[in-house]
T-cell receptor
């Protein structure tokens, strides 16, 4: 069963804690992305990676960190520096090529700060 | 779960009617466009895409129209069903490096 998986589905964080969201894909896609979604807003890009061992900041990278040690995996860490982390987090992947390619999304992780 | 897009524009249609969802895109250089459907609490799901060398593309019950002159994209859903109720996003590859820019979304509500 191919696709993108995210875990956990729900995550609760205490103030001052770092938490890591998992994203795995078995689509053999080169590029992976992390988005944040808040009510009333569209998707905002946090980080993206076009190839293993390389990643770039998106529009709202402050307070987040990522790694890309394997092609299949792109975990996102929400650090204590992120002051308003409660949101729905979406991971996506795509083949990398000129002219644009479809991004396919995982089911999301809802993070709540207690 | 928490609703996505509490303040999104909403289109309300009767079951069986056709729906038209519109999107104005930002970059005249964009050459690839996608429509996504997002149900509450789930990730966006690919519906249909179109490249700028086309002005119309049809799928199963869905049609995307592209008007490059006025930078306008629309999604038409034929014989709308309750299962079509969701938030619909358009996206364009307006950035360098194969990146997508997403629109704010429209909520479609289907009345039985």
């Amino acid at each position: 069963d191919g696709g993108i998986t995210q875990s956990p589905k729900y995550l609760f964080r205490k103030e001052g804690q770092n938490v890591t969201l998992s994203c795995e894909q078995n689509l053999n896609h080169d590029a992976m992305y992390w988005y944040r979604q808040d009510p009333g807003q569209g998707l905002r890009l946090i980080y993206y990676s076009q190839i293993v061992n390389d990643f770039q900041k998106g529009d709202i990278a402050e307070g987040y960190s990522v790694s890309r040690e394997k092609k299949e995996s792109f975990p996102l860490t929400v650090t204590s520096a992120q002051k308003n982390p409660t949101a729905f987090y979406l991971c996506a992947s795509s083949s990398y090529g000129p002219g644009g390619d479809t991004q396919y999304f995982g089911p999301g992780t809802r993070l709540t700060v207690l | 779960g928490e609703s996505v897009g509490l303040h999104l524009p909403t289109l309300s249609v009767q079951e069986g009617d056709n729906s038209i969802i519109n999107c104005a895109y930002s970059n005249s250089a964009s050459d690839y466009f996608i429509w996504y459907k997002q149900e509450s609490g789930k990730g966006p799901q690919f519906i249909i895409d179109i490249r700028s060398n086309m002005d119309k593309r049809q799928g199963q019950r869905v049609t995307v129209l592209l008007n490059k002159t006025v930078k306008h994209l629309s999604l038409q859903i034929a014989a709308t069903q309750p299962g079509d109720s969701a938030v619909y996003f358009c996206a364009e590859n307006s950035r360098a490096g194969n990146m997508l820019t997403f629109g704010g979304g429209t909520r479609l509500m289907v009345k039985p």
